[in-house]
């Protein structure tokens, strides 16, 4: 059975940071790729940043120079680290991984989602 864990959110200041963690596992053959996702009130979940398992990197234009994606294959793990937060940052944001099986179609999981709230 496949798990997602996340943690890292929390309450700051616009302008601070937060490093959103998240770790798969299971009986998992690869994971590719890895991102976060967002939803904030009202919204629809949007992509933030997502990364392949060979380390490209991909951002929704409002994070770009701010926000920044890394995985550790090793550990089935994924990071955000959130710079320079503003208020307009503010959702649950959501760990995703495309997991790869042996002998099975790759399915999407979902972490529970950690709340990030930026005050002004």
């Known amino acids: 059975q496949v798990q997602l864990v996340e943690s890292g959110g929390g309450l700051v200041q616009a302008g601070r940071s937060l490093r959103l963690s998240c770790t798969v596992s299971g009986s998992i053959f690869r994971i590719n790729p890895m991102g976060w996702y967002r939803q904030a009130p009202g919204k629809q979940r949007e992509l933030v940043a997502d990364i392949t398992y060979g380390g490209t990197t991909n951002y929704v234009d409002s994070v770009k120079g701010r926000f920044t994606i890394s995985r550790d294959n090793a550990k089935n793990s994924v990071y955000l680290q959130m710079n320079s937060l503003k208020p307009e940052d503010t959702a649950v944001y959501y760990c995703?991984?495309?997991?790869?099986?042996?002998?099975?179609?790759?399915?999407?999981?979902w972490g529970q989602g950690t709340q990030v709230t930026v005050s002004s």
């Open positions: 995703n991984a495309r997991v790869l099986f042996a002998t099975i179609p790759p399915r999407d999981y």
